[in-house]
């Protein structure tokens, strides 16, 4: 995921505040895929065209257009509804057996048909392979997956898990074709074999070429003729003057707080527009608690006491995101202020000094916090500077920032060298479940070496069981608190989607929602 979110990556800009939003434009009708084509640039890369490997945001943008997942997110719906297949749903009430039924007729883009051997291949390969960067750490409690006949497949859960429906609408439920990939390790060569509605003609360093597939059955209703996304690694000018030029219709992922601001403040001017969405998107300080420094419960505590976020999200994301203070994003059923109760909203140096000399930490705090220039938004450095100088203004640290290429610094991560790090996530699904079981679970994201019995033996086992995701908020409120009070995370800002478009494209509105779903199909020109 890895960290989709890197977590899976998801990943990651700050969105617009809503003063920014000036729209894009009105729904122009359903051109049924007979639509112009769509040039869109992202500074995000797209990591893998392989669902067993791909947990970032990019690759998921491919997944979400290419596959076909059983259930899917409807346009700002947060509960999954079928797709690929007619039905579905747990036939037990311990939500530990759950049974779909697939659509008659069926087709992967190459014509061939798409059976329960397929659906069960892709999660036992998923599974089987188990990649580093892939999405196979959200399938703990996946026993096994039986075929009873062509049309059906039956989940067997080892563990309750209740929001099993909503992890297979994601990206990693997405469906192969079992004659076009092994079984036994990734496909390499860039090419992808899905039944979504679009194919993916070509693949290279530059960009991905997307056409409409004719053989799709689903409850998308495509409203181009193909999209070509362009990639701009990071380079954050470079997407920004492709955009003005004309030479893509939307930017989408990458650009600076300062550009998009500069864009919408001249948007009249230059012919674009910024489109606002909504997004749980969050962004943590991570502790390693194994660390000499950073493991002291006092250094922790007395970094919260002084994380200024209004003032980060003023000077450094120039008002497009919002303070965050729990794990759980606002927006999230479950979300409390459980930072906010503890540590309070302005920095308190005297608390913060208490905190160290309780932990009997005296001198100076000798403190680097690593960064990763831009695969968790491309203010990312320049927010952890100000961090480091909010620290070092209080006189009880001597901290500095270090900023590393991102595979290297995954490797550090894995390896225990840093003790305090940037984690960008972006959710897989819209449930507290997602905030909380990948990062304090088993084999959890972070990487942190934090474990708490009470979380991982008893909320998380207890919420994974209750189907009624509504009924959760006790349970996700003392795994909240209990957070707060061990800071192995520290919450740092949650954002919003958005994309910047040239005048006369449309449909963006409906492509940026907490589903994180960007669905190519309804983008198109007016």
């Given at each position: 995921m890895n960290m989709r979110n890197q977590w899976p990556v998801l990943p990651l800009v700050a969105g617009l505040a809503s003063g920014l939003l000036t729209g894009c434009g009105t729904e122009n009708g359903d051109s049924g895929g007979t639509g112009s084509a769509v040039v869109m640039g992202m500074s995000d890369d797209v990591l893998a065209t392989d669902p067993?490997?791909?947990?970032?945001?990019?690759?998921?943008?491919?997944?979400?257009?290419?596959?076909?997942?059983?259930?899917?997110?409807?346009?700002?719906?947060?509960?999954?509804?079928?797709?690929?297949?007619?039905?579905?749903?747990?036939?037990?009430?311990?939500?530990?057996?759950?049974?779909?039924?697939?659509?008659?007729?069926?087709?992967?883009?190459?014509?061939?048909?798409?059976?329960?051997?397929?659906?069960?291949?892709?999660?036992?390969?998923?599974l089987k392979i188990n990649d580093p960067a892939g999405p196979a750490i959200m399938f703990p409690s996946l026993g096994s997956v039986e075929t009873p006949d062509d049309k059906t497949v039956v989940f067997q859960l080892k563990t309750s898990d209740a929001t099993f429906p909503s992890k297979i609408a994601s990206g990693a439920g997405s469906i192969v074709d079992h004659r076009q990939y092994d079984a036994n390790g990734l496909r390499k060569d860039g090419k992808a074999v899905g039944s979504g509605p679009y194919k993916l003609d070509s693949f290279n360093d530059e960009e991905a070429v997307f056409s409409v597939n004719g053989n799709y059955q689903g409850t998308a209703k495509v409203k181009n003729s193909g999209v070509t996304l362009k990639f701009f690694h990071g380079d954050q000018s470079a997407l920004k003057m492709a955009l003005l030029d004309g030479q893509v219709d939307a930017a989408y992922r990458g650009l600076s707080a300062t550009d998009v601001a500069d864009i919408e403040k001249n948007g009249t001017g230059s012919g674009v527009d910024v489109v606002e969405g909504s997004s749980a998107e969050v962004q943590h300080?991570?502790?390693?608690?194994?660390?000499?420094?950073?493991?002291?419960?006092?250094?922790?505590?007395?970094?919260?006491?002084?994380?200024?976020?209004?003032?980060?999200?003023?000077d450094v994301y120039q008002g497009t995101a919002t303070p965050l203070y729990s794990i759980v994003p606002a927006g999230i059923a479950g979300h409390n202020t459980a930072f906010f109760n503890t540590y309070g909203a302005r920095p308190s140096q005297a608390k913060a000094k208490h905190a160290l000399r309780e932990d009997g930490i005296t001198g100076k705090v000798k403190l680097?916090?690593?960064?990763?220039?831009?695969?968790?938004?491309?203010?990312?450095?320049?927010?952890?500077k100000a961090i480091a100088g909010q620290l070092n203004a209080s006189g009880l640290f001597e901290a500095d920032v270090k900023s590393v290429a991102f595979d290297?610094?995954?490797?550090?991560?894995?390896?225990?060298?840093?003790?305090?790090?940037?984690?960008g996530w972006v959710p897989d699904y819209p449930d507290a479940d997602n905030f909380t079981a990948p990062f304090f679970g088993k084999d959890n994201v972070l990487g942190n070496n934090y474990t708490n019995k009470t979380i991982t033996g008893t909320l998380i086992p207890r919420t994974a069981a209750q189907s009624d995701r509504s009924s959760t908020g006790k349970e996700y409120g003392e795994l909240q608190d209990i957070v707060a009070d061990e800071v192995p995370i520290l919450p740092i800002w949650q954002g919003k989607q958005y994309a910047v478009v040239r005048d006369g494209v449309y449909g963006l509105e409906y492509c940026l929602d907490a589903s994180t779903v960007f669905r190519f199909w309804e983008l198109h020109k007016g």
């Open positions: 067993a490997s791909g947990y970032d945001p990019g690759s998921w943008l491919l997944f979400n257009n290419v596959f076909q997942s059983l259930l899917s997110f409807p346009e700002g719906a947060t509960e999954p509804q079928p797709e690929a297949a007619k039905s579905c749903g747990f036939t037990d009430t311990q939500a530990q057996v759950y049974r779909c039924t697939l659509k008659d007729g069926l087709k992967f883009s190459n014509g061939d048909a798409l059976t329960s051997k397929d659906v069960k291949f892709s999660f036992d390969r998923m300080l991570v502790f390693n608690m194994n660390d000499p420094v950073a493991g002291k419960a006092g250094v922790r505590k007395a970094i919260a006491y002084l994380l200024d976020r209004d003032a980060l999200i003023r680097t916090l690593w960064s990763t220039p831009s695969r968790y938004g491309p203010s990312t450095d320049q927010e952890l290297q610094y995954e490797k550090d991560i894995e390896a225990g060298k840093y003790g305090v790090y940037v984690k």
